[in-house]
T-cell receptor
Framework: IAGITQAPTSQILAAGRRMTLRCTQDMRHNAMYWYRQDLGLGLRLIHYSNTAGTTGKGEVPDGYSVSRANTDDFPLTLASAVPSQTSVYFC???????????????FGPGTRLTVL | GQNIDQPTEMTATEGAIVQINCTYQTSGFNGLFWYQQHAGEAPTFLSYNVLDGLEEKGRFSSFLSRSKGYSYLLLKELQMKDSASYLCAAMDSNYQLIWGAGTKLIIKP
């Protein structure tokens, strides 16, 4: 059982390029999340999806887009990367998110992205 | 606004006990999570509290006071492998997690 996988592990990207970070979970969790983690700051939510076919904006959504075509996959796209998007990106999933359950979020191993 | 405060760094000795405090202010409250994160790795779940009181899980315990907006993580019989960052996160009324910046715990022999 892999849990959550992310790809790539790390990437160096030129500013202005388009990049998609991949996230796949095999736990059949309904909810998925994308966070960025920067030194000295807490994890910040970029986008989330409570169930397949729906997405929502988090705290820092600008410059990022997501899709949730099925339960397992939740890719994050940077349409035109900028240096301020240099960060470590974590994908997470939970069984549910809402009334009736404050379920634990489980994290993927992360993608370290550098935008030059 | 929503805010989580926890100390930036703490140092403790192997075999000792350490308490990591966390205060929170959120719009609504649906529980308090603690995660452990070793350098270069993903956060991993440690504990969840939604009712006042102490939850014990082996060497780790977590306490919550909803009226004070306060939680702590207590680590007993510290081991070198406990050197990590400990992240406090409160779940708000929208069931979103608001994260603290983390407390880096350094264990000395």
């Amino acid at each position: 059982i892999a849990g959550i996988t992310q790809a790539p592990t790390s990437q160096i990207l030129a500013a202005g390029r388009r990049m998609t970070l991949r996230c796949t979970q095999d736990m059949r969790h309904n909810a998925m999340y994308w966070y960025r983690q920067d030194l000295g700051l807490g994890l910040r939510l970029i986008h989330y999806s409570n169930t397949a076919g729906t997405t929502g904006k988090g705290e820092v959504p600008d410059g990022y887009s997501v899709s949730r075509a099925n339960t397992d996959d939740f890719p994050l796209t940077l349409a035109s990367a900028v240096p301020s998007q240099t960060s470590v990106y974590f994908c997470a999933s939970s069984d549910s998110s809402g009334p009736g359950g404050a379920d634990t979020q489980y994290f993927g191993p992360g993608t370290r992205l550098t935008v030059l | 606004g929503q805010n989580i405060d926890q100390p930036t760094e703490m140092t403790a000795t192997e075999g000792a006990i350490v308490q990591i405090n966390c205060t929170y202010q959120t719009s609504g409250f649906n529980g308090l999570f603690w995660y452990q994160q070793h350098a270069g790795e993903a956060p991993t779940f440690l504990s969840y509290n939604v009712l006042d009181g102490l939850e014990e899980k082996g060497r780790f315990s977590s306490f919550l006071s909803r009226s004070k907006g306060y939680s702590y993580l207590l680590l007993k019989e510290l081991q070198m492998k406990d050197s990590a960052s400990y992240l406090c996160a409160a779940m708000d009324s929208n069931y979103q997690l608001i994260w603290g910046a983390g407390t880096k715990l350094i264990i000395k022999p």
